[in-house]
């Protein structure tokens, strides 16, 4: 179906979107609405026939584990409340470990880059099935922005998606700011990724701003969109006139006319590129199927145990050094995974200070070092209030903040949403001996066996 020009609906900006002219659809963060009710602001689009398009975030479908049946009902109930067309998620995963891993089970709490292998794919599709089988719209999946790249793989990016394309049938949502983050984080090339696409499948495109420090393109959704990333949109629309395009930003919302602005500019560059008559992608695909050519069959749906342990094990390693301290696994620039291992403790700051304000607001100045100390070496607790109160605990237990007033109401603070007193630090200091151990354990299991 055509969905037009639209902008991410977030509750920041609700009032903004509601107001902004030719906005003819929009899409929420699924895990951010109420299964069972809407918010105002999302009915009334509704009702003056907005189309609204849930996208996932949190499935995990190119995790190493099937598809979790609660999370794919909990979608799906999502979509059926907005009456919407399709429903869109990531090819990502969002966790690792585990019982099959052998490793402790860990939260990103990001979009983590799957291997471009023929294992991932297997893996990925028969997850891709199993949700297709449950959601009752069809589903679209994003290529996502990485800092880092895994060693070994077998196929770009273009192939990767254009095999799971004919695999499964899948729509795709592509993301332009994705593609030029990944021209400057990995050397990849828009132009051969939209060349090796079938991009007759896209059933919409992504545009969002990011901002580039010391060399590394941040996808940050929370800067103005750039010219690049506008070349990349023109570089698409030479090759496929897309159903939809939609402006995302999630964080440091600009005034409205700003996002009226870059709206229009969105649409003068699909307008221009549209006028110039540029050569179409049916005459510019030679690359497109360049996979297929040296693939493998596809193996029968279930057939893929061998595939996830090796992809568990993989992973959980990866995600270990992430965000738990673990040593950097083999074939990794560990310079680069030190950037993304900073850039996940930085943005796990922010949403904490979201879900916990108060905290920034005890602590001032102090918030976020003292926070990036704290997640040094400490994976996330499960969700993010209950990282606000790990963090809170930790610091009281460490004697922290050194001023009287702002720890008394710390504590009071943390005792009046956990109990009557934190731990003591011999109970912090077993517990932490135990993840480490954990950790440490799963490590050395990885190094002595390899990543096959």
């Known amino acids: 179906m055509r969905l037009g020009i639209g902008i991410g609906w977030r509750p920041e900006i609700a009032d903004a979107v509601e107001a902004l002219e030719g906005v003819e659809w929009v899409e929420a963060v699924a895990e951010n609405l109420c299964a069972d009710h809407l918010p105002d602001s999302l009915v009334r689009l509704r009702e003056r026939g907005v189309t609204v398009v849930p996208h996932g975030v949190a499935l995990g479908l190119g995790g190493a584990e099937r598809p979790d049946p609660r999370r794919l009902a909990d979608l799906a109930a999502r979509v059926e409340l907005l009456g919407a067309p399709l429903v869109t998620e990531h090819v990502a995963f969002v966790r690792a470990g585990g019982p099959a891993a052998g490793a402790p089970a860990l939260e990103a709490g990001h979009l983590l880059p799957v291997p471009r292998t023929w294992d991932a794919l297997d893996v990925l599709c028969e997850n891709v099935r199993i949700a297709q089988e449950s959601l009752p719209v069809p589903l679209a999946l994003e290529n996502i922005a990485a800092l880092v790249g895994w060693p070994d793989e077998e196929l770009t990016e273009g192939q990767f998606l254009a095999e799971l394309v004919a695999r499964t049938g899948v729509r795709l949502l592509i993301d332009v700011a994705n593609l030029h983050t990944n021209r400057v984080n990995r050397g990849e090339d828009p132009a051969t990724a939209l060349d090796e696409l079938p991009v007759e499948a896209i059933a919409y495109v992504h545009v969002a701003g990011g901002v580039e420090k010391d060399g590394v393109w941040h996808d940050t959704h929370a800067h103005p969109v750039t010219a690049p990333v506008l070349d990349v949109l023109t570089e698409l629309r030479s090759r496929v006139d897309p159903p939809g395009v939609l402006l995302e930003r999630d964080d440091d919302f600009p005034p409205a006319e700003e996002l009226a602005g870059e709206l229009a500019m969105i649409r003068k560059t699909l307008e221009a590129t549209r006028r110039s008559g540029r050569t179409s992608g049916a005459a510019r695909g030679s690359a497109r199927g360049s996979a297929r050519g040296s693939a493998r069959v596809a193996p029968p ?133 135990r993840a480490a151990f954990a950790t440490t354990t799963h490590t050395l299991r990885t190094s002595s066996g390899g990543n096959r």
Do not use: C, M, N
């Open 301 to 433: 749906a279930g057939d893929t145990t061998g595939a996830r342990e090796r992809l568990a094990g993989a992973q959980a390693g990866l995600l270990a050094s992430l965000v738990a301290g673990a040593p950097v696994p083999a074939g990794f620039d560990a310079e680069r995974l030190g950037v993304q291992s900073r850039a996940l403790a930085a943005k796990r700051a922010g949403i904490v200070a979201k879900v916990a304000p108060e905290l920034p607001e005890i602590l001032g100045a102090g918030y976020r070092p003292a926070f990036l100390r704290y997640a040094e070496g400490r994976p996330p607790a499960s969700g993010y209030r209950r990282d606000a109160l790990a963090f809170a605990e930790h610091l009281l237990v460490a004697g922290e903040p050194a001023d009287d007033a702002a720890r008394r109401r710390l504590t009071h603070w943390w005792q009046d949403r956990a109990g009557a007193r934190p731990p003591r630090r011999t109970t912090r200091l077993v517990r932490a001996a």
